[in-house]
């Protein structure tokens, strides 16, 4: 059965310090992947995608993700932290194949701690 | 991205009543529509896809006589939740679908049920 694992439940990070969210995933193919993030009591909003081509994909709000498939990997990455970033961060995966059910399948999520 | 509302918002409510819970896609006609649900620090478990003009695809779990489904138009899905209890208590998000590359989808802001 797919599966997607984010093995760190909780990172603290200092304000302008660099961020590494991990996400790996079992599947029978190499699945969509995506980064979603949710502020308390909000809705998810959509950071990047991952399809196909370039393993490096750019998102909003100055993150990426690189997509390793020998590690079945898609780790989430941001260069300098905002005190704005702190939010809960779920990587999710979806099908390629239409099996006709394309609902998500989300980690654990990853709550970020940003300290000034 | 694509526009989801949700409504209402927060809804507190008796046990035994039922609730209603809006979701519409503002931007785009969704065949299919998801319907999510979380706990308190946990992530999003997939309740029931919600197709347009048929009936809804329950999870295993889900009881699909106390969580109804409407999905009359294309876009918007209602779940009903019927004879509520405090332990239906959480917070139910709804996602569509934009069908395509991907089959990105795109999330409401959530409802906060609290049933006493």
């Known amino acids: 059965a797919q599966s997607v694992t984010q093995p760190d439940i909780h990172i603290t990070v200092s304000e302008g310090a660099s961020l590494e969210l991990r996400c790996n995933y079992s599947?029978?193919?190499?699945?969509?992947l995506f980064w979603y993030v949710q502020s308390p009591g909000q809705g998810l909003q959509l950071l990047l995608k991952?399809?196909?081509?370039?393993?490096l994909v750019q998102g909003i709000k100055g993150f990426e993700a690189e997509f390793k498939r020998s590690q079945s990997s898609f780790n989430l990455r941001k260069p300098s932290v905002h005190w704005s970033d702190a939010a809960e961060y779920f990587c999710?995966?979806?099908?390629?194949?239409?099996?006709?059910?394309?609902?998500?399948?989300f980690g654990s999520g990853t709550r970020l701690q940003v300290q000034p | 991205g694509a526009v989801v509302s949700q409504h209402p918002s927060r809804v507190i409510c008796k046990s035994g009543t039922s609730v209603k819970i809006e979701c519409r896609s503002l931007?785009?006609?969704?065949?299919?529509m998801f319907w999510y649900r979380q706990f308190p620090k946990q992530s999003l478990m997939l309740m029931a896809t919600?197709?347009?003009?048929?009936?809804?695809?329950?999870e295993q779990g889900v009881e699909k006589d106390k969580f109804l489904i409407n999905h009359a138009s294309l876009t918007l899905s209602t779940l009903t939740v019927t004879s509520a209890h405090p332990e239906d208590s959480s917070f139910y998000i709804c996602?569509?679908?934009?069908?395509?590359?991907?089959?990105?989808?795109?999330f409401g802001p959530g409802t906060r049920l609290t049933v006493l």
């Open positions: 999710a995966v979806a099908p390629r194949v239409d099996t006709g059910r394309r609902a998500l399948t």
């Open positions: 599947y029978g193919a190499t699945p969509y």
């Open positions: 991952y399809f196909s081509g370039d393993t």
């Open positions: 931007d785009f006609q969704a065949t299919t």
């Open positions: 919600s197709n347009e003009g048929s009936k809804a695809t329950y």
């Open positions: 996602s569509d679908r934009k069908a395509g590359l991907g089959d990105t989808q795109y």
